[in-house]
DNA sequence: GATTTCCTTTGGATCGATTCAAAATAGGAC
DNA sequence: GTCCTATTTTGAATCGATCCAAAGGAAATC
């Protein structure tokens, strides 16, 4: 595998062979100094640095190779921020999008660098991890995020995983509070009335799409959605609601099983008069399939999403949703890695709910 | 079990003193064997190169450490993309994102990562220039470019300037045929009927904005904005109208200078029917502006915009523009960087007429 | 037993810088 | 001119790997 990077890594380049020992030859002195010229030039006598300077000028020297000055510091003074998905995902997705600018801030502030780390095959992902030159890494869970954070753990270096069910307590990770998002999102469709729930979910494990019965989601293997799932139920109970009249969908977040999901949940004789979707993505879908169905949300049926992107707020309607604090947790991962001790924390955030205009009272 | 992973976690995340060195220490063979172990596995006999594993698993080593390999290897294996403003302008600005979605495209195709450089002041983003560990660089020119493009050019390595207007011919650079686009827009109204034009110009140097006089086209610092200057008036010279009728307005590619010439184009004595934007930013904006003014588009006032983002597709109306192959743009930058072989070529794209709805003949 | 071959392994050189203890030099005081 | 203290400069060691010429060893051939 390494022979085949190389090789394919071995494109013709012109190299730079003005090496600092060169400017030091030139200049007539030794390396140390030459080296202190550029990392530390007050304590080098004028005349001498003015002398190396000069020489460094005429060889064409572009001054030290970054390379050499990390292997001996250690540091690169960058964070890697890795997924399992194509690279395009940090500029298409709106959730990354929002998150990457969180990132942007603080990587900004502080002054260090962002460097993505993605493909598309499982070895080239390995490779990838492996090789990054970065300090730490910031992961986005998704699918395949376990076998993403067993690499990143292997590398040995500080990381942090965005959110999204991870039971193993040995991996800092930094997410919202998905049960009480959750309620959130239901308490406000039973405040408004509603009775009749249909939930549009994402996956309970791995690939897994179709009509759910409500005791998988206590077994659900991801976490996150297994802890949404517990949130709209109990919120549903505590109004006293049957939540086992609750009907549940599991989509793959994309178009397909989201309108296969609202054609069974609308073929079913006691059709839902509210929806949760578990992902903002969701949850624009259906507005669009309703839409094209003749159902008139908020008049007919109640949506709410679940992430609070960008998107939501220009939809027709508008999305009433639980609103994650993206920015902040881009923000907030970077702070961990940069500030590593050691310690491996579990952090938590608290999610809002924004009201818009796709929830209402149920029609009557 | 639990335990197990959770020691090698704090003995891998606290410091590792692991070397590879130490690795074939262990396992009472060279280090030259050692690294064969990894990097060219099939050179080893069998039993050594268990041997060799399992003192590496029993160590903690989580593989070679890439800032030794890189530097010997001399290729780092990833690109740079750096421009002067601040990180965010990656994941929020329309035209940067759909480049990088490009440069995404290629470099997952060829294995190569992405890091992202840029800096809000002058010095950080010399620092971050000259430090970051890249093959190559693709440098988006916007405002202070000239600074950016001599920074990188220090540097030393293979770069190409996303092109906006650099007259300097030693350095490679990758744009779109300005002139050619910019006839397009202009033939499409002359074509429509229109005789009384109107450009929001971006800047013809640094910082300068408000009310142009078309001699001042000729000697702008920017060659993009001259040259599409020059593709306007030429198109429109030759359906029989005289270009010094043309009125121009300088923006800052910003709401405030464009909404100040919108202001000023309408309260001229022969307000024009066309607007030719040099930007779909500023169309796009010029568009909200004259809703708001009672002004309807296309019936009253033509608007052609420039780029071809995505947001031009949805809005109110669907905005006629010049688009440029912005994903391939991305993707060819980051090809003349991996095949780059000493020789400095510039290249340039053609771009395409994308008729909406924003386009219609001029009221009577 | 000696020679040749083929396959493995070895260990020194190298990539390009920084660091730091020790040596050299400068400057000042007497 | 000598001695002492600051200030500069030196050069070996280090960071963590890969590469490669040469050495070692086992099997095959003479």
Redesign the interface.
């Known amino acids: 595998m390494?022979?085949v990077?190389?090789e394919?890594?071995s494109?013709?380049?012109?190299?730079?062979p003005v090496r600092l020992a060169d400017v030091a030859k030139a200049a007539g002195v030794s390396h140390g100094t030459a080296s202190n010229v550029f990392s530390r030039p007050e304590i080098v006598r004028d005349e001498v640095r003015e002398r190396v300077k000069a020489a460094a000028e005429k060889l064409?020297y572009?001054?030290p190779d970054?390379?050499?000055?990390?292997?001996r510091a250690?540091k690169?003074?960058?964070i890697g921020v890795a997924t399992a998905e194509?690279?395009?995902y940090?500029?298409?997705d709106p959730f990354a999008?929002v998150v990457?600018?969180g990132i942007?801030?603080a990587?900004?502030r502080t002054?260090a660098?962002?460097?993505?780390?993605?493909?598309?095959n499982d070895e080239?992902l390995a490779?990838?991890i492996?090789?990054?030159?970065v300090d730490g890494f910031i992961v986005f869970c998704l699918e395949g995020g376990s076998r993403l954070v067993e690499l990143t753990?292997?590398?040995?270096?500080?990381f942090v995983a965005l959110d999204f069910g991870f039971d193993d307590e040995?991996i800092a990770a930094l997410g919202v509070d998905d049960v009480a998002g959750a309620r959130l999102a239901a308490a406000h469709l039973t405040g408004l009335g509603h009775r009749c729930f249909a939930v549009l979910s994402l996956e309970f494990d791995e690939g897994g799409h179709g009509p759910v019965f409500p005791d998988r989601a206590r077994t659900a293997g991801y976490a996150g959605t297994r802890d949404r799932i517990a949130g709209y139920l109990g919120a549903i109970a505590e109004a006293g609601i049957d939540p086992a009249s609750v009907l549940i969908y599991e989509t793959l977040n994309d178009e397909a099983t989201t309108h296969a999901g609202l054609e069974f949940l609308f073929a079913s004789e006691t059709p839902p008069t509210a929806i949760l979707a578990m992902s903002d993505k969701v949850a624009l879908i259906a507005l669009k399939w309703l839409a094209g169905h003749g159902i008139t949300v908020p008049r007919d049926v109640s949506v709410i999403g679940f992430d609070g992107v960008p998107e939501g707020e220009i939809s027709m309607p508008p999305l009433t949703t639980v609103v994650q604090p993206m920015a902040e947790m881009g923000r907030r991962a970077v702070e961990i890695i940069l500030s590593?001790d050691?310690a491996?924390r579990r952090e938590t955030l608290q999610v809002e709910l924004a009201i818009r205009k796709s929830t209402a009272p149920p029609p009557r």
């Open positions: 390494g022979a990077i190389h394919r890594l494109v013709e380049t012109k190299i730079r064409g572009g001054g970054p390379r050499g000055r990390m292997l250690g690169v003074n960058a194509p690279l395009c940090f500029f298409d999008r990457m600018a942007s801030e990587c900004d002054g660098g962002i460097s993505l780390v993605s493909a598309a080239q490779w990838n492996r090789s990054a030159l753990r292997e590398r040995g270096l500080p040995t590593f050691g491996v």
